[in-house]
C-alpha cells in the first residue's frame, strides 16, 4: 500500500524535473520592487492618492512589479489596493529623524524606492529649511544604511494655506525651493535620489478640504505626479550613457534647436500685494532640450520678489527665466518646471510666456 501510494508523488516529481531540464533557459518572475511611501497624513489618513496610483499600475499592467510595503495598514479608498504606507498623521520628519523612528520601519519592511512626501507639518511647527533639510540628510543615510542601492523619490510638497498659519505658504515655497539643489548633492549612481514636484499646479482652494489636505481632484493630481517618477524607479538607477563614434562627412550642419518647445505662464495663487506663478516648459519635438529660457512681460508696477528652479533676470517689466543645473534637460514629451513669488497689483493679470533652447 505504501508502494502504491508513493508512486504517483515520485512519478510527478520526475515530471517537474523534466520539464526543468527540457527549458533550462526559463528564468523564474522578477521579485516585484518594495516600496514604501513615506510621510504625514498627506500620505496616509487616508492618502488615497496611493490608491490611486496603483489603480494607475493596474491599469497599465504594471501591478505585479510593485508591492507597496509599510508597518500601517491600508485605509478604506473605495476599491481593494496593496496600500501598506510609513504615512503617519501628525509627525515631523524632523522628528522622525531626531527620535531615529525610521529605521525599524525600514527593517520591518526592506523597501527598494522610498517616495517621500514630508515637512508640511514641519512647516506648520515653524521648522527652518536648513532644519528639514538636516533630518532629510539622516533619512536618506538610514535608507542606504537598509539598503545600499535604495531609490529616493523626494516630494516638493503641495502648498498649505491653513487659516491658522499665515507664514506656512511662505515656508513652504522656501523648503520647495531649496530641494532640487539639496537632492542634487545627495543623489549617487548608485542611490538616486529624485525630485518630484507635487507643486506646480496644485490650487489649495481647488485641490484641498482645508487648505492643506488633498480632496479627490489633489488626490488625482498627487497620484499622476508619482507614476512616471515611480516607474521609472522600477528599473532601478539609470544605465551610464556611452558615446558611438561617428563618421564624419563634409557636410555642415547647424545645430537647430529642436522644435516644439512650448511654455505655460500661469498665477496659481494670488494674495493681497502678490501672488505665485508656475513655470512650465513642454518638450513637444523629437529631440532632447539641453538648456531653455521663458520670457514673460510683468504687470506694470510689480517685481519678481522671489524665484525656484529657475534663474531669473529682470530687465524694466520684462522677465527672463533661464534653467538652472538639475532641470536643463526635457526629454521628449516630458517638461520642467519652476515658479517664482512677484509682488505688487497683479489683480487681472494673465500672464503669457515664449519658449526657447539656449544656445
Known amino acids: 500500500m505504501l508502494r502504491k501510494a508513493l508512486l504517483p508523488a515520485i512519478l510527478a516529481a520526475v515530471t517537474v524535473g523534466l520539464a526543468m531540464i527540457a527549458a533550462p533557459g526559463t528564468a523564474a518572475p522578477a521579485a516585484p520592487v518594495r ?9 496616509g489618513s487616508p492618502g488615497c492618492w496611493r490608491a490611486l496610483l496603483w489603480d494607475k499600475l493596474r491599469q497599465a499592467g504594471r501591478e505585479s512589479q510593485v508591492d ?6 491600508p485605509d478604506g479608498c473605495g476599491f481593494a489596493f496593496d496600500g501598506e504606507h510609513e504615512g503617519h498623521g501628525g509627525y515631523l520628519a524632523t522628528n522622525v529623524a531626531a527620535q531615529n523612528q525610521l529605521p525599524a520601519w525600514l527593517s520591518a519592511t526592506r ?7 514630508f515637512g508640511t507639518n514641519d512647516v506648520w511647527s515653524n521648522r527652518s529649511t536648513a532644519q528639514i533639510l538636516a533630518a532629510f540628510d539622516t533619512l536618506v543615510a538610514q535608507m542606504r544604511a537598509s539598503n545600499p542601492d535604495m531609490r529616493v523619490l523626494v516630494a516638493q510638497i503641495i502648498p498649505m494655506n491653513p487659516p491658522t498659519c499665515a507664514e506656512c505658504a511662505r515656508r513652504v515655497v522656501d523648503l520647495n525651493a531649496a530641494l532640487p539643489a539639496w537632492a542634487a548633492a545627495r543623489s549617487t549612481t548608485r542611490s538616486p535620489v529624485r525630485i518630484v514636484d507635487q507643486w506646480t499646479g496644485f490650487d489649495t482652494a481647488a485641490d484641498t478640504y482645508d487648505g492643506v489636505h488633498p480632496n479627490a481632484a489633489g488626490d488625482r493630481k498627487i497620484a499622476d505626479r508619482w507614476y512616471p517618477a515611480l516607474v521609472e524607479a522600477l528599473s532601478g538607477p539609470p544605465p551610464t550613457t556611452s558615446t558611438t563614434p561617428t563618421t564624419t562627412t563634409s557636410t555642415t550642419t547647424t ?8 511654455a505655460t505662464v500661469r498665477v496659481a495663487n494670488r494674495w493681497p500685494g502678490g501672488a505665485q506663478v508656475d513655470l512650465v516648459v513642454e518638450n513637444r519635438g523629437p529631440a532632447e532640450i539641453r538648456g531653455w529660457t521663458v520670457r514673460f512681460t510683468l504687470p506694470s508696477g510689480s517685481a519678481v520678489a522671489q524665484s525656484w528652479n529657475t534663474a531669473v533676470t529682470v530687465s524694466g517689466v520684462d522677465v527672463t527665466a533661464r534653467n538652472v543645473a538639475w532641470n536643463a534637460s526635457v526629454p521628449p514629451g516630458r517638461s520642467a518646471s519652476a ?6 497689483d497683479v489683480s487681472g493679470w494673465t500672464p503669457s510666456g515664449a519658449c526657447s533652447v539656449n544656445g
Open 35 to 43: 516600496v514604501m511611501a513615506l510621510g504625514d497624513s498627506i500620505t
Open 68 to 73: 507597496f510595503v509599510g508597518t500601517l495598514s
Open 111 to 117: 523597501p527598494d524606492v522610498v517616495m517621500m512626501h
Open 255 to 262: 545645430d537647430s534647436p529642436p522644435p516644439g518647445c512650448t
Open 339 to 344: 515658479g517664482l513669488i512677484v509682488s505688487g
